[in-house]
Structure formats: structure tokens, C-alpha cells
T-cell receptor, first 110, second 113 residues
């Protein structure tokens, strides 16, 4: 069965500092991975998808199949980045349902 | 990006009562999902719905749960006899296309007392 692990429940950084959110997965097939962000009292929003290799709001994430990781990085954190971040894997063999990690709360201090 | 609206935004119900959570309006989507998030815990898959039938459900989605598409556009999640542990945020979601992720609804916070 697929599993997504986010080892850090809370990351606290100062504004302008780099931030890296770890995500590891286990999946027998070819993974389709996403990062979702949830700002306070708002809905889950798609931040990044591995297939597009894009940078959104300064965030990037690289899929490393050897290490089964999809870590999220930003070189210079901003206060507006404070939110919950969820790594998710889409199971193509099961109707593309999403399996989420436990989430990492990012707090960017001024 | 298609808008996915859920109603109500917050519902308080007594244990044992039935609740119906709605996703409106959605058009031209065959695939549809429900997820829930208990406070402080991860987002969990409940059920996927394709072309008016359940395509997959999790172990959470027991006989107390049901999904419908009553009028061709709205999707509903019904809990027949709520329990305290059903208290959570419930999200509906629609796929945006292969490899493009999902659009999530605004969520319904269900509080069972």
C-alpha cells in the first residue's frame, strides 16, 4: 500500500531563511506527487506537482526516485508562507485517489 | 480553475442524527471525491465516485456513510447516525486532469455533540 511520510510536524524559521519540508513515500508503481498548502481557515490548494517541474511562490520540489523523496524547498521564506503543507501521492491504480502525509506546519517569524 | 463550493460551512449536530453535506455547483465532472480531516490529523480519503457509482471507498466509509448525485450536478455525503468521532472537516474534490491534481472545496466543519 502507498504511504506518505512527513517527518516534521512543525518547522519554525526566520524570514529570509531557507526552508525545506521533507516528504518520503512508498509506492510500487510510478508515483504522481503533489504538494498542497492550507493557509489558516482556507481550503487545500495545490502548490506544486512533480510532473510540471515548476516553481510556485518561490517553492520547488524535486522527485528523487532513488531516495523515494519529494522534498519542498524555498531559499528565502516569507511571513506569508506560514501555513500547513501536505505532501500527497496519487494512486493511479486506484482511481487517482490521494494519500496525504501528516502535514508540516511552517511558521515564519519576522 | 473550477470553483467547488460546499454547504454548510459549519454544522453542529447531536450524536445519532443524520447529516447531509453538499458540494455545489459542479458541472461536467464524472469523477468526484470526499476526504475528511479530523482536527490535528492528516487528510484521509473517504470515497471516490465515478459516473454515478462508488468506484472506491476506504475502511472509514462504513454503512453509516453514503454518497449521491441527486440532481445531476450536486454531490452529497450523508452520515446516517453521527458519532462523536465523525467530528471533522469534510472536503469534496474534483480532479483537474491527468497529473494536474485536484480542486478542493471550501470544506464543511462537522461537530457532533
Amino acid at each position: 500500500a502507498q504511504r506518505v511520510t512527513q517527518p516534521e510536524k512543525l518547522l519554525s524559521v526566520f524570514k529570509g531563511a531557507p526552508v525545506e519540508l521533507k516528504c518520503n513515500y512508498s509506492y510500487s508503481g510510478s508515483p504522481e506527487l503533489f504538494w498542497y498548502v492550507q493557509y489558516s481557515r482556507q481550503r487545500l490548494q495545490l502548490l506544486l506537482r512533480h510532473i510540471s517541474r515548476e516553481s510556485i511562490k518561490g517553492f520547488t520540489a524535486d522527485l528523487n526516485k532513488g531516495e523515494t523523496s519529494f522534498h519542498l524547498k524555498k531559499p528565502f521564506a516569507q511571513e506569508e508562507d506560514s501555513a500547513m503543507y501536505y505532501c500527497a501521492l496519487s494512486d493511479q491504480a486506484a482511481g487517482n485517489k490521494l494519500t496525504f502525509g501528516g502535514g508540516t506546519r511552517v511558521l515564519v517569524k519576522p | 480553475e473550477p470553483e467547488v463550493t460546499q454547504t454548510p460551512s459549519h454544522q453542529v449536530t447531536q450524536m445519532g442524527q443524520e447529516v447531509i453535506l453538499r458540494c455545489v455547483p459542479i458541472s461536467n465532472h464524472l469523477y468526484f471525491y470526499w476526504y475528511r480531516q479530523i482536527l490535528g490529523q492528516k487528510v484521509e480519503f473517504l470515497v471516490s465516485f465515478y459516473n454515478n457509482e462508488i468506484s472506491e471507498k476506504s475502511e472509514i466509509f462504513d454503512d453509516q456513510f453514503s454518497v449521491e448525485r441527486p440532481d445531476g450536478s450536486n454531490f452529497t455525503l450523508k452520515i446516517r447516525s453521527t458519532k462523536l468521532e465523525d467530528s471533522a472537516m469534510y472536503f469534496c474534490a474534483i480532479p483537474k486532469g491527468w497529473g494536474r491534481g485536484y480542486t478542493f472545496g471550501s470544506g464543511t466543519r462537522l461537530t457532533v455533540v
